[in-house]
């Protein structure tokens, strides 16, 4: 049970590091992105290889991770940033599919649908299991503390206050001076860079990765867990994260004490069960646990 409990807490982690990366991009640039599964498996496989192949250390291989999916998703929004709403949901969710396919097929680099394993951890062979764990959560839990002050700072800069305008009215940062399309491209890059880094970490804590395991359900909890924390805060990223992961393990306890239930209709009725959770969730805290708080400017007095 307490191996258990610490890698839910791992998981949860690597959750905040992807819905504080998902948050600069839609909680602050107002940009719907359904393709963070593609970034994160971008930077799990970036790693994979090059800590295998090419033999770099495992930080220099997590820095490449988030390094190429910061410039993939740069790239993307070079190409997507002047879509908006549903069309550049679709192009970002094809565009993770995308990845997901070509992962499968690339045999000669990938491993095709067999996977990479043997991905190296911090002193797995020399710890135990409980120990591992243990020391890959403050690993993953400090650089959650980092993302998130760093997030922070981004948040109350000018670079922030230019996103929440083009969220707000994208014609108006224009007409103000802003060149919003470097803003929106710079946005998706510290995005994808931040879920990049989350596929890394993933990778060293399970030292198995594959084609299978980057679906768009993946995607969807993410976004779930910064809606149910509160868009736009990254105070709510964290929270939501960990409240995501709480539903989705706690609600493994509670089928099979329903009777008369397949292990088919089970999973089925456990998603059934978070959604109702979320919606429940939702239906009272619309803005999610922990809503975004603007800045009030306080306004000259009028003159008497």
């Known amino acids: 049970m307490e191996n258990y409990l610490i890698a839910m807490a791992v998981t949860g982690c690597i959750y905040a590091l992807m819905a504080l990366g998902l948050n600069v991009i839609w909680g602050f640039a107002g940009m719907v992105n359904l393709g963070l599964i593609g970034f994160f498996a971008v930077g799990a496989y ?17 820095a490449t991770g988030a390094a190429l999916a910061a410039a993939a998703g740069a790239g993307v929004a070079m190409i997507t940033a002047r879509l908006r709403g549903d069309y550049l949901a679709i192009v970002t969710l094809g565009l993770a599919e995308t990845i997901r396919i070509v992962s499968a097929n690339t045999i000669w680099l990938t491993n095709g649908t067999d996977g990479i394993s043997g991905i190296a ?20 839990a400090a650089i959650v503390v980092v993302a998130y002050v760093l997030a922070e700072r981004l948040r109350a800069a000018p670079f922030g206050r230019v996103l929440r305008a083009i969220r707000d009215d994208e014609q108006v940062a224009a007409v103000a001076g802003k060149h ?21 970490l993933y990778a060293h804590y399970t030292s198995y990765i594959a084609p299978d395991l980057f679906v768009p359900l993946f995607t969807l909890y993410i976004k779930l867990a910064l809606l149910a924390g509160g868009l736009g805060n990254n105070r709510g990223a964290v929270v939501g994260a960990f409240l995501i992961v709480f539903f989705l393990e706690s609600t493994r306890f509670v089928i099979p004490w329903i009777p008369g239930v397949s292990a088919v209709q089970g999973a089925a009725l456990r998603e059934l069960l978070i959604a109702a959770l979320l919606i429940v969730l939702l239906r009272y805290n619309p803005q999610g646990l922990v809503p975004e708080q603007l800045p009030r400017l306080k306004l000259p007095a009028a003159a008497g």
Do not use: C, H
């Open 46 to 62: 970036a790693t994979a290889l090059a800590t295998l192949k090419f033999g770099l250390p495992m930080v220099a291989g997590m």
């Open 121 to 140: 951890g911090p002193m797995r062979g020399r710890l135990s299991p409980t120990e591992f764990n243990l020391l890959y959560l403050g690993i993953v």
């Open 180 to 200: 919003v399309m470097a803003f929106k491209i710079r946005a998706f890059a510290i995005s994808a860079g931040a879920i990049g880094l989350a596929g890394a």
